[in-house]
Nanobody, 122 residues
Framework: QVQLVESGGGLVQAGGSLRLSCVQSGRTISTPVMGWFRQAPGEEREFVAAIRGTTYSTMYGDFVKGRFTIGRDVAKNTVYLQMNSLKPEDTAIYYC???????????????WGQGTQVTVSS
């Protein structure tokens, strides 16, 4: 069984940066795809970014527009999300999850972590 634990969230002013981490434990045999999602109050969970475990290919949600970068340290079983130029609309709980496919579809992901709160003040 895979467990994911997110950290690194917090309160930041607009224009600031945060680096989120997601540590994977349990069945740590190379996971094909790791993804980040976010969910604001009253909203559906939204795709943020994903990275392949083998090729390190990445993809991002349309709203990212070059502000976020996903990275992966296989030796540490950790996935990162570097978030720059944060905006108040980025305020949400950020989750990581795994998938056997390189996809943006929320339903194709599992092993969800508990999330980490990101709050961006104006």
């Amino acid at each position: 069984q895979v467990q994911l634990v997110e950290s690194g969230g917090g309160l930041v002013q607009a224009g600031g940066s945060l680096r989120l981490s997601c540590v994977q434990s349990g069945r740590t045999i190379s996971t094909p795809v790791m993804g980040w999602f976010r969910q604001a109050p009253g909203e559906e969970r939204e795709f943020v970014a994903a990275i392949r475990g083998t090729t390190y290919s990445t993809m991002y949600g349309d709203f990212v527009k070059g502000r976020f970068t996903i990275g992966r340290d296989v030796a540490k079983n950790t996935v990162y999300l570097q978030m720059n130029s944060l905006k108040p609309e980025d305020t949400a709980i950020y989750y990581c999850a795994t998938s056997p496919w390189f996809t943006r579809t929320t339903g194709h992901y599992g092993n969800w972590g508990q999330g980490t709160q990101v709050t961006v003040s104006s």
